[in-house]
């Protein structure tokens, strides 16, 4: 069983930079496939950034040459840089382990980028 748990949000101004944090515990990290995904009020939650066991990553259109992720397995950590943020970026952000049909999902923090 996984524990996650995000850090890392705020507020911050359109063109800013926030580096989101997804540590896990209970389990073998460097295992499971990670995902950030985020949920704006009033709409459905969205795939952001997925990184692979083996360090593959893919990316939402949205974000693509803006967000970063990445993982050190040492630290049970996954990471989620953001660049040059929108306010459309704004949304609970949520990390997400998944392994062979099994997934847990953190509790989520908040990105709030103001205009």
């Known amino acids: 069983q996984v524990q996650l748990v995000e850090s890392g949000g705020g507020l911050v101004q359109a063109g800013g930079s926030l580096r989101l944090s997804c540590t896990a515990s209970g389990t073998i990290f460097s295992i499971y496939a990670v995902g950030w995904y985020r949920q704006a009020p009033g709409k459905q939650r969205e795939l952001v950034a997925a990184?692979?066991?083996?360090?593959?990553?893919n990316y939402a259109d949205s974000v693509k040459g803006r967000f970063t992720i990445s993982r050190d397995n040492a630290k049970n950590t996954a990471y989620l840089q953001m660049d040059s943020l929108k306010p459309e970026d704004t949304a609970v952000y949520y990390c997400?382990?998944?392994?062979?049909?099994?997934?847990?999902w953190g509790q989520g923090t908040q990105v709030t980028v103001s205009s």
């Open positions: 990184i692979t066991s083996g360090g593959s990553t």
């Open positions: 997400n382990a998944a392994r062979l049909g099994y997934e847990s």
